[in-house]
Protein backbone atom coordinates (compact mmCIF):
# COMPACT_ATOMS: atom_id res chain seq x y z
CA UNK A 1 0.00 0.00 0.00
CA UNK A 2 1.35 3.63 -1.06
CA UNK A 3 -0.15 7.10 -1.04
CA UNK A 4 -0.48 8.41 -4.58
CA UNK A 5 -1.13 11.82 -6.38
CA UNK A 6 -2.54 11.65 -9.58
CA UNK A 7 -2.71 14.56 -11.79
CA UNK A 8 -4.32 14.13 -14.98
CA UNK A 9 -6.66 16.97 -16.89
CA UNK A 10 -8.41 14.00 -18.82
CA UNK A 11 -11.61 12.70 -16.81
CA UNK A 12 -11.11 9.27 -18.59
CA UNK A 13 -7.74 8.71 -17.80
CA UNK A 14 -7.91 9.70 -14.17
CA UNK A 15 -10.58 7.42 -13.44
CA UNK A 16 -8.93 4.41 -15.13
CA UNK A 17 -6.05 5.26 -13.10
CA UNK A 18 -7.70 5.31 -9.67
CA UNK A 19 -9.58 2.50 -10.26
CA UNK A 20 -6.36 0.69 -11.72
CA UNK A 21 -4.60 1.57 -8.18
CA UNK A 22 -7.12 1.41 -5.72
CA UNK A 23 -7.59 -1.82 -6.97
CA UNK A 24 -4.47 -2.99 -5.66
CA UNK A 25 -5.40 -1.54 -1.90
CA UNK A 26 -2.78 2.08 -2.78
CA UNK A 27 -4.58 5.11 -1.13
CA UNK A 28 -5.08 7.55 -4.03
CA UNK A 29 -5.29 11.45 -4.22
CA UNK A 30 -6.34 12.85 -7.80
CA UNK A 31 -6.90 15.96 -9.34
CA UNK A 32 -7.68 17.63 -12.88
CA UNK A 33 -5.07 20.53 -13.76
CA UNK A 34 -1.79 21.96 -12.05
CA UNK A 35 -3.26 24.25 -9.65
CA UNK A 36 -4.81 21.64 -7.48
CA UNK A 37 -1.67 19.12 -8.04
CA UNK A 38 0.55 22.13 -6.67
CA UNK A 39 -2.04 22.15 -3.56
CA UNK A 40 -1.81 18.74 -2.90
CA UNK A 41 1.37 18.20 -3.22
CA UNK A 42 2.23 21.12 -0.57
CA UNK A 43 -0.90 19.67 1.81
CA UNK A 44 0.20 15.82 1.63
CA UNK A 45 2.62 13.21 1.75
CA UNK A 46 2.94 10.86 -1.08
CA UNK A 47 4.79 7.50 -1.82
CA UNK A 48 4.29 8.05 -5.68
CA UNK A 49 3.25 10.95 -8.65
CA UNK A 50 1.24 9.99 -11.65
CA UNK A 51 1.43 13.33 -13.47
CA UNK A 52 0.58 14.36 -17.34
CA UNK A 53 2.25 16.46 -19.05
CA UNK A 54 0.08 19.17 -20.44
CA UNK A 55 -2.12 20.20 -18.51
CA UNK A 56 -4.12 23.81 -17.44
CA UNK A 57 -2.00 26.04 -15.13
CA UNK A 58 0.85 24.03 -14.93
CA UNK A 59 2.29 21.43 -16.33
CA UNK A 60 3.56 18.23 -15.20
CA UNK A 61 7.32 19.24 -15.64
CA UNK A 62 6.38 22.47 -13.37
CA UNK A 63 5.05 20.14 -10.96
CA UNK A 64 7.74 17.78 -11.20
CA UNK A 65 10.45 20.25 -10.53
CA UNK A 66 8.38 21.72 -7.52
CA UNK A 67 8.03 18.03 -6.05
CA UNK A 68 12.10 18.05 -6.11
CA UNK A 69 12.49 21.20 -5.01
CA UNK A 70 10.85 20.88 -1.65
CA UNK A 71 13.21 17.99 -1.39
CA UNK A 72 10.82 15.45 -1.60
CA UNK A 73 12.33 11.79 -3.40
CA UNK A 74 9.65 9.28 -3.84
CA UNK A 75 9.08 8.42 -7.61
CA UNK A 76 7.46 10.17 -10.41
CA UNK A 77 5.51 8.59 -13.43
CA UNK A 78 4.60 10.48 -16.42
CA UNK A 79 1.44 9.89 -18.52
CA UNK A 80 2.04 10.88 -21.59
CA UNK A 81 1.68 11.50 -25.49
CA UNK A 82 4.80 12.79 -25.82
CA UNK A 83 7.88 9.80 -26.66
CA UNK A 84 10.46 11.95 -28.24
CA UNK A 85 14.07 11.71 -26.57
CA UNK A 86 13.94 15.55 -26.64
CA UNK A 87 11.02 15.32 -24.13
CA UNK A 88 11.62 12.52 -22.16
CA UNK A 89 15.32 13.96 -21.66
CA UNK A 90 13.45 17.15 -20.43
CA UNK A 91 11.42 15.23 -17.45
CA UNK A 92 14.28 13.08 -16.17
CA UNK A 93 16.07 16.64 -16.10
CA UNK A 94 13.82 17.67 -13.69
CA UNK A 95 13.28 14.53 -11.41
CA UNK A 96 11.13 11.89 -13.24
CA UNK A 97 11.49 8.34 -12.80
CA UNK A 98 9.93 6.82 -15.84
CA UNK A 99 7.44 7.43 -18.72
CA UNK A 100 4.31 5.69 -19.70
CA UNK A 101 3.08 6.50 -23.07
CA UNK A 102 -0.38 6.80 -23.42
CA UNK A 103 -2.76 5.09 -24.66
CA UNK A 104 -1.23 2.41 -22.20
CA UNK A 105 -2.14 -1.07 -20.97
CA UNK A 106 -3.24 -0.70 -17.15
CA UNK A 107 -1.58 -3.91 -16.64
CA UNK A 108 1.90 -2.32 -17.24
CA UNK A 109 0.52 0.39 -15.67
CA UNK A 110 0.73 -1.48 -12.09
CA UNK A 111 4.06 -2.78 -13.27
CA UNK A 112 5.47 0.17 -13.69
CA UNK A 113 4.03 1.40 -10.36
CA UNK A 114 5.10 -2.00 -8.49
CA UNK A 115 9.49 -1.58 -9.94
CA UNK A 116 9.03 2.52 -8.66
CA UNK A 117 7.34 1.57 -5.40
CA UNK A 118 10.35 -1.13 -4.88
CA UNK A 119 13.21 0.96 -6.17
CA UNK A 120 13.91 4.07 -4.45
CA UNK A 121 13.29 3.64 -0.74
CA UNK A 122 12.82 0.06 -0.77
CA UNK A 123 9.32 0.30 0.92
CA UNK A 124 7.67 -2.77 -0.75
CA UNK A 125 8.67 -6.17 0.54
CA UNK A 126 6.07 -8.62 -0.19
CA UNK A 127 5.87 -10.17 3.31
CA UNK A 128 6.22 -8.17 6.25
CA UNK A 129 6.82 -9.48 10.09
CA UNK A 130 6.51 -7.84 12.77
CA UNK A 131 6.82 -10.34 16.38
CA UNK A 132 3.96 -12.78 15.66
CA UNK A 133 2.54 -10.97 13.09
CA UNK A 134 2.68 -11.32 9.51
CA UNK A 135 0.83 -9.62 6.19
CA UNK A 136 1.21 -10.45 2.69
CA UNK A 137 0.99 -7.15 1.13
CA UNK A 138 0.22 -9.06 -2.28
CA UNK A 139 -2.80 -10.86 -0.92
CA UNK A 140 -3.85 -9.30 1.82
CA UNK A 141 -3.76 -11.88 3.94
CA UNK A 142 -2.45 -11.38 7.81
CA UNK A 143 -1.72 -13.64 9.97
CA UNK A 144 -0.88 -14.26 13.66
CA UNK A 145 1.07 -17.36 14.97
CA UNK A 146 -0.45 -18.67 11.12
CA UNK A 147 -3.81 -18.02 12.31
CA UNK A 148 -5.74 -15.76 10.01
CA UNK A 149 -7.17 -12.45 10.42
CA UNK A 150 -9.68 -10.68 8.58
CA UNK A 151 -9.57 -7.40 7.70
CA UNK A 152 -11.50 -4.37 6.48
CA UNK A 153 -9.71 -2.61 4.23
CA UNK A 154 -8.94 0.71 5.85
CA UNK A 155 -7.90 -1.76 8.91
CA UNK A 156 -5.20 -3.03 6.10
CA UNK A 157 -4.00 0.12 5.08
CA UNK A 158 -3.32 1.10 8.34
CA UNK A 159 -1.59 -1.86 9.50
CA UNK A 160 0.41 -2.14 6.71
CA UNK A 161 1.54 1.28 7.46
CA UNK A 162 2.36 0.74 10.93
CA UNK A 163 4.11 -2.35 9.95
CA UNK A 164 6.15 -1.07 7.32
CA UNK A 165 7.63 1.29 10.42
CA UNK A 166 7.60 -0.55 13.66
CA UNK A 167 8.91 0.75 16.67
CA UNK A 168 8.56 4.32 15.51
CA UNK A 169 4.94 6.13 16.88
CA UNK A 170 2.92 8.41 14.82
CA UNK A 171 0.25 10.89 15.99
CA UNK A 172 -3.35 10.75 14.71
CA UNK A 173 -3.09 13.54 12.26
CA UNK A 174 0.13 12.05 11.00
CA UNK A 175 -1.50 8.68 10.27
CA UNK A 176 -4.40 10.14 8.66
CA UNK A 177 -2.42 11.91 6.01
CA UNK A 178 -0.51 9.10 4.89
CA UNK A 179 -3.67 6.45 5.14
CA UNK A 180 -6.48 8.54 4.67
CA UNK A 181 -6.78 10.35 1.30
CA UNK A 182 -7.06 14.03 1.46
CA UNK A 183 -10.64 14.52 0.07
CA UNK A 184 -12.14 11.86 2.79
CA UNK A 185 -13.46 12.88 5.92
CA UNK A 186 -10.82 11.42 8.35
CA UNK A 187 -11.36 12.38 12.02
CA UNK A 188 -9.22 11.53 15.29
CA UNK A 189 -12.47 9.44 16.33
CA UNK A 190 -12.41 7.31 12.68
CA UNK A 191 -9.09 6.85 13.41
CA UNK A 192 -9.34 6.02 17.11
CA UNK A 193 -12.10 3.32 16.13
CA UNK A 194 -10.23 2.05 13.54
CA UNK A 195 -7.41 1.22 15.88
CA UNK A 196 -9.83 -0.31 18.55
CA UNK A 197 -11.17 -3.10 15.75
CA UNK A 198 -7.28 -3.93 14.90
CA UNK A 199 -7.20 -4.62 18.39
CA UNK A 200 -10.00 -6.51 19.03
CA UNK A 201 -9.25 -8.93 16.00
CA UNK A 202 -5.40 -9.39 16.79
CA UNK A 203 -4.38 -9.03 20.48
CA UNK A 204 -4.45 -11.63 22.52
CA UNK A 205 -5.68 -11.90 25.93
CA UNK A 206 -3.19 -11.16 28.72
CA UNK A 207 -0.72 -9.69 26.61
CA UNK A 208 -0.22 -6.08 25.57
CA UNK A 209 -1.75 -4.89 22.58
CA UNK A 210 0.22 -5.14 19.35
CA UNK A 211 -0.59 -1.28 19.02
CA UNK A 212 0.77 0.85 21.99
CA UNK A 213 -0.76 4.12 22.78
CA UNK A 214 1.43 6.67 24.01
CA UNK A 215 -0.03 10.19 25.37
CA UNK A 216 1.91 12.94 23.37
CA UNK A 217 3.72 10.78 20.76
CA UNK A 218 0.77 8.84 19.27
CA UNK A 219 0.54 5.40 17.60
CA UNK A 220 3.65 2.65 17.25
CA UNK A 221 3.80 -1.37 16.82
CA UNK A 222 5.96 -2.26 19.34
CA UNK A 223 7.96 -5.47 17.46
CA UNK A 224 8.95 -7.10 20.75
CA UNK A 225 4.63 -7.76 20.95
Same mark, same amino acid.
Given at each position: MAKILIVEDDPVIRQL &???? /? %?? %?RHVVDDCQDGRSGMAFIDAGSYELLVLDWEMPHATGIELCSHFRNQGEQAPVLFLTARASMDDKEKGFAVGADDYLTKPFD &?? %? /? /?VRVKALLKRPQQISKDILKVGAMELDTNSGVVKRNDALI???PRELALLEFLMRHPDTFFTAEALMTRVWDTD =? %???? &???? =??IAKLRRKMDVEGQSSFIETSKGLGYRINSKS
Open positions: &VRDA /L %ET %E &VR %E /L /LRLQ =S %EATE &VALR =SC
